[in-house]
């Protein structure tokens, strides 16, 4: 067969196209190649095809390649558009959600408290309201002569009990005056004297600063009006401040001298309710 007619042949099947309906040749002005400038293991009768034929064979692995990648983006963005979609959701079917721990917590701290219950004890002690840790106003303590405030302490060196007897009305002048004058310079902290009392001297030995109150166990019959106006406060515990404060309603979160001063301030009003730290 003519080197012609084969050529011709070749380019039929790779092209799709029979002898009688030639395909014209699209050939590219900058490509010149010449056969020195081909290797020469390659037949340049089947570059020239490859060259001349614009629709190679499909079944070609170059062809199978692209196809596969048109594919490939096609069903990409299918399901690009698939996810999109919103879903079609009945809404009859009620959706619940989890309850969240962290939630709860929150809701918790924020609920505003139950007012608390007023608690009511028998008077320990005549200056003594029948609610806890509340004595009466010095005007109701006096109307009833009621003007000696006692309690009983003991001393350290002798170990022996005795009685204490304080004046009302010139301790609490005492110790308003103190307040009023020196209130600026303790920033809402109790002084180092109310934190570190001075105690009394001991009647049987003589003994100066040796006698300490002595607080009640039960918590109830704590006697706070003559812890005050001894300025012997600084002998309670936190805890015992602590009940102090929750019994009237005051935060009960802080250091020691913070609950002090105002377990100190809070009685003296209780004394005096139009007494005014300003």
């Known amino acids: 067969m003519p080197a012609t007619e084969e050529l011709d042949l070749t380019l ?50 170059l062809a199978s390649d692209n196809n596969n990648s048109n ?28 309850p969240s721990s962290r939630s709860s917590r929150a809701s918790s701290c924020t609920r505003p408290g139950k007012k608390r219950k007023r608690e009511t004890v028998p008077p320990p002690f005549p200056w003594a309201t ?36 304080l004046n009302l009305e010139q301790k609490l002048a005492d110790l308003r005056n103190l307040i009023q004058n020196e209130v600026d310079n303790w920033h809402n902290r109790a002084p180092s004297e109310w934190l570190n009392p001075v105690y009394p001297t001991c009647v ?26 001894g300025q012997m406060l600084g002998c309670c515990t936190l805890d015992h401040l602590k009940y102090f404060c929750e019994h009237n309603n005051i935060h009960r979160t802080g250091a020691k001298d913070r609950l002090l001063y105002v377990t100190y301030i809070h009685l003296v009003k209780q004394l005096l309710p139009d007494f005014s730290i300003n």
């Not at 299918?78 to 996810?83: E, K, M, Q």
């Not at 030995?205 to 812890?227: D, Y």
Request: aromatic residues 4%; proline residues 9%; positive net charge.
């Open 204 to 229: 049987y030995c003589r003994t100066q600063s040796s006698t300490k109150p002595i607080i009640a166990k039960n918590k109830k019959e704590i006697n706070w009006l003559f812890l005050l106006l």
């Open 130 to 165: 029948d609610q806890p840790a509340t004595v009466h106003t010095q005007q109701y303590l006096l109307e009833n002569n009621v003007r000696i405030i006692k309690g009983k302490v003991h001393c350290k060196r002798c170990n022996k009990e005795f009685e204490l007897n």
């Open 71 to 98: 594919l490939s983006v096609g069903s990409s963005r299918h399901n690009t558009n698939s996810l999109n979609a919103p879903a079609n959701v009945d809404n009859n079917v009620p959706i619940t959600t989890p």
């Open 12 to 61: 039929s099947l790779r092209c799709g196209t029979s002898r009688e309906t030639p395909t014209p040749s699209l050939r590219s002005p900058n490509l010149n190649l010449s056969l020195s400038d081909q290797s020469p293991g390659i037949n340049p009768s089947l570059m020239e095809v490859q060259l001349i034929c614009p629709n190679p064979n499909l079944n070609s692995p």
